[in-house]
């Protein structure tokens, strides 16, 4: 007898919908060229699926709507701004809350706070914008992710883990002074989504409270990390993802958030602090750059959907579902023999493009390419994490990083999974032709963040 | 018929609490005589701005729900883009999540030590982010400008022989940019005039000055010339706004005003290589040019309002309700600013109160009784928005000592508007039992925002 599968279900049903436009493939490489075979610059109009990004793209629930008729949009003082505070303290376990406009706007004050020039700024791999706001206010990043990380074939549970040799070289070569904080990502991005430990965590904590390092945390997947320490941590089986998201924030001393992604809103972020000095710094700043303090650059009714978005991310079964998701359509590509990234991450799949185009030297960006030739096939619009996005070094020189991948992101709540199966099959069909597939060219290349806008031509 | 009534009805309401005058004196006490430290539960009539307040329409609120929130490319910004080049002329369009990014991004570009910007009247959150580059902001406003009791048809114009001696004195070379505020938000919300900004365009161009305009109530503005310069009686308003943005070389606008969107703001500009460099900044603080840091729901508020703002019913009852207070109160003798502006009526604190030194903020106190009495939020325009130390220490005061009640678009009705008078004139009435204050903790920048006080006695 066939062994019974036992399958799990989304937690909700859909209220509403968005329709979606077909589009043949004449019109698809016409998309392409225009945009200068960067998926970036493509209209969203011509996307069939779009897996661009898990930023800000989430479905509201019915309640976050609601929420949304119940914005205060007072300048100061706003009660979506109090209920906001609340959720954070209760839920995320920071005390104090400066609101910002998205999670950069986070960044930019907190680098602009903290890091001195000639700074040194040691984290679990780079992130393209949290770097660039580190290297604008005179800081360096260090990279002090376990080497497991940079490889995509290894199998490790927690690849975001931060190995505390390479940290404790780094203090040891610069001193405590040089080093304003250690900046961790829960599930990291670059590395494919994947998660850190609890129990790394507490070591890092505890060497940081020793040599009084604080440590700020980029809690923008935090829910979906919290989940694979519930799913594969010992000592975690039993405990909710909330309980565990809690555990993992009192391990830092304060967080930038993009709450596009875990927090399920389409705007919104904050800088969430335990100091008290700091905080009153922030709050200066932040009227300068995003809005007075108790808005932060929001409208009332987004700090509302943020409030509410963040009590529905710690849920069991909504976690649950989601990185059941990304793990589905993981799975399928395995079985069509797709190099991924493994293990599977929280919020996308990661292709491995050097292995897929082994053909292509990084020179002529394999990653990109293979966005595009994945929107060509089927009109799915995923994303370039490779060489492009790895930018150039201060002395001009690429920055040429062992992971060059594609990623495809799965925004939350959005799609189905009819929408994996397509999404899995055309990667399948354009690994089945990859052989014939050909290199590009940069023809144009902007001064930052050049992946959003580079255009590039065929080889 | 002399009664001009909405040219919309209502379809969504949000209550009210009300408080007693004691619990608003404790609330008072509490948030350190700052009525930005105010929750806004604790408002009766929130008259603080008009900015980011405004009620959105139904058509507005359907926008919202066809938001396409893609990352990159959404066809809310395509919609939003034209929108802006369809009202401006101007071919780049860069969304920024409110007006002060906009701002920010400009200034970063253009500004740096020894620069100056030179406006008719610089707003608080504009003159700190020119300050922030090292740079000075230099406001030349015209002379009848300056004086709140003497009506005059255009008292947001810029002093042309002040902007040209000052150019002869700095050097144009120093001079990066030209920005003119329409209105005069800081000045009395007073419109500028065709002419006025013709003459100041042609100055830039004989000395080779970018121009542009803070284009936050340009609809309003546009009204004003309408009804009050020679030649434009005829004109629509939508003739007229092509007509002054076709002056500018760009411009910076936060759309939580004449957009009547809750949040959002954006560049426009004619200059493809400025354009470039402020993209490249934009990515780094608020966002993918596609999104410019605003959801993509947003940006179609954006668009809507845009088209809404123009409806000359519309900006017919939303002047004529600002005349309407202002006429009231000068009928009881209070002292305000005139004539009446185009979203605002100004208190003149210091002929209110001559009693009280621009040091102990007559304004401020002014605004914190007006809470007392009735429970109405403003905000103060003075000595403690603009006021500076010398190297003693010693406060330089403003220029003018105003308290503000913006009022919100489309939010309040007459009722609340009958009630604001009754208000201010029975504290007009007591005005002598209003006492100064002095600051006990502030800010190095923007400090109204977070300054605590306390009563003098």
């Known amino acids: 007898m066939k062994k019974i599968k036992r399958s799990w279900a989304e937690p909700y049903k859909m209220k509403m919908v968005e329709l979606l436009k077909i589009t043949t493939s004449a ?19 011509d996307v069939y699926i779009d897996l661009l990004t898990d930023s800000g793209t989430a479905a509201m629930s019915d309640r976050q709507w609601a929420g949304m008729m119940l914005g205060d949009e007072a300048y100061a003082g706003s009660k979506n701004y109090y209920h906001l505070e609340n959720v954070v303290k209760n839920v995320y376990g920071y005390k104090y809350l400066v609101p910002t406009h998205q999670g950069r706007g986070a960044e930019n004050i ?3 706070i903290l890091i001195k020039k000639g700074d040194i700024i040691p984290g679990n791999m780079y992130f393209t914008t949290t770097r660039l706001h580190q290297e604008l206010a005179g800081g360096k990043f260090e990279d002090i992710i376990i080497d497991e990380a940079h490889d995509a074939e290894n199998e490790f549970d927690f690849k975001g883990n931060i190995d505390l040799n390479k940290l404790d070289r780094l203090v040891k070569k610069h001193g405590v002074s040089k080093i304003p904080y250690v900046s961790i990502a829960t599930s990291v991005n670059m590395a494919g989504g994947q998660p850190i430990s609890m129990k790394n965590l507490k070591e890092l904590s505890s060497y940081c409270k020793k040599q009084k390092i604080r440590i700020i945390h980029d809690m923008t997947r935090v829910a979906e990390n919290a989940y694979f320490i519930q799913q594969k941590e010992k000592g975690y089986a039993n405990k909710s993802v909330k309980d565990i998201v809690k555990e993992i924030n009192s391990y830092t001393d304060g967080a930038t958030m993009s709450a596009k992604k875990d927090a399920l809103v389409n705007i919104g972020g904050f800088l969430a602090l335990n100091e008290w000095d700091i905080f009153e710094e922030a709050r200066n700043m932040v009227v300068v750059y995003e809005g007075l303090h108790t808005y932060g650059g929001l409208a009332g009714r987004d700090m509302e959907a943020m409030a509410i978005g963040i009590a529905e991310s710690v849920d069991d079964d909504h976690i649950r579902a989601r990185v059941g998701q990304v793990i589905y359509l993981g799975n399928k590509m395995l079985e069509y023999h797709v190099p991924i990234v493994k293990p599977i991450g929280g919020h996308g799949i990661f292709v491995d493009a050097k292995k897929f185009l082994p053909h292509i030297p990084q020179k002529n960006f394999p ?35 062992k992971l060059e991948l594609v990623r495809f992101t799965i925004p939350r709540r959005v799609y189905t999974q009819a929408h994996m199966d397509v999404i899995a099959e055309s990667a399948a069909r354009v690994f089945e032709k ?25 080889l | 018929m002399n009664t001009i009534i909405e040219p919309f009805r209502i379809k969504s309401v949000e209550p009210i609490y009300f408080n007693t005058k004691e619990e608003r004196k404790y609330i008072l006490e509490k948030a350190f005589y700052n009525l930005f430290h105010i929750h806004s539960k604790d408002v009766l009539i929130d008259l603080l701005t008009d900015s980011g307040t405004s009620a959105m329409s139904s058509n507005q609120w359907a926008g919202i729900m066809q938001g396409d929130e893609s990352y990159a490319g959404s066809p809310s910004f395509f919609k939003f883009e034209k929108t802006v080049q369809e009202i401006t002329g101007m071919p780049l369009v860069i969304p920024t999540h409110q007006g002060r990014a906009a701002e920010k991004i ?35 406003l015209c002379a009848e400008g300056k004086l709140p009791s003497v009506p005059a048809a255009f008292k947001g114009n810029m002093d042309i022989e002040a902007f040209k001696n000052f150019i002869a004195e700095k050097g144009a070379a120093n001079i990066p940019l030209c920005i003119i505020t329409v209105t005069n938000n800081s000045g009395g919300g007073q419109p500028v005039s065709i002419q006025n900004i013709k003459k100041v365009k042609e100055i830039c161009i004989e000395n080779n000055i970018p121009f542009f305009i803070d284009a936050c109530r340009f609809a309003e503005n546009c009204w004003f010339i309408k009804q009050r310069e020679k030649g434009y009686a005829d004109k629509s308003v939508k003739e007229i706004a092509w007509e002054l943005f ?9 759309a939580k005003k004449d957009a009547f969107a809750n949040i959002g703001g954006f560049l426009a500009m004619n200059d493809e290589t400025l354009a470039m460099q402020c993209r490249n900044l934009l990515i780094i603080t608020e966002g993918f040019p596609t999104y410019g840091g605003l959801a993509g729901r947003d940006l179609e508020a954006i668009a809507i309002g845009l088209q809404e703002v123009l409806d000359e019913n519309y900006l017919q009852y939303r002047i004529r309700s600002i005349e309407y207070l202002t006429n009231k109160l000068i009928e009881e003798g209070v002292p305000v600013m005139q004539p009446a502006g185009g979203h605002a009526v100004y208190l003149d604190a210091k002929e209110m109160l001559p009693n009280i030194a621009a040091s102990q903020y007559p304004a401020q106190a002014l605004a914190g009784a007006l809470y007392t009495e009735g429970g109405i939020r403003s905000v103060e325009i003075g000595s403690l928005m603009f006021g500076k130390y010398d190297e003693h220490k010693k406060l330089i005061p403003a220029q003018m000592e105003l308290v503000r009640l913006a009022i919100p678009r489309r939010v309040y009705t007459q009722s609340h508007i009958d009630y604001v008078a009754e208000v201010i004139i029975e504290v007009y009435k007591n005005r002598k039992q209003i006492k100064g204050l002095q600051i006990i903790e502030e800010a190095p920048a923007l400090r109204h925002f977070t300054a605590k006080l306390k009563p003098l006695f």
């Open chain 1, 27 to 45: 019109q698809r490489k016409k998309a392409l060229q225009d945009a200068g075979f960067n998926t970036f610059l493509l209209k969203s109009e």
């Open chain 1, 110 to 112: 907190l680098s602009r």
């Open chain 1, 434 to 458: 990859r052989n014939k597939i050909k290199g590009l060219k940069m023809i144009y290349e902007p001064k930052y963040l050049r992946f959003f806008q580079a255009k590039f031509e065929k």
């Open chain 2, 246 to 254: 076709s002056y500018a070389d760009g411009c910076t606008m936060s």
């Open chain 2, 106 to 140: 400009l200034f970063s570009i253009l500004g740096g030590k020894g620069k100056y910007f030179v406006s008719n009247t610089l707003f608080d959150t504009t003159r700190a982010n020119i300050e922030f580059t090292g740079a000075q902001g230099i406001d030349l």
């Open chain 1, 367 to 401: 990653a990109q390419t293979l966005a595009a030739e994945i929107y060509l096939d089927s009109g799915v619009r995923t994303m370039e994490r490779g060489v492009v996005s790895a930018g150039r070094k201060a002395n001009g020189e690429n920055y040429y990083p």
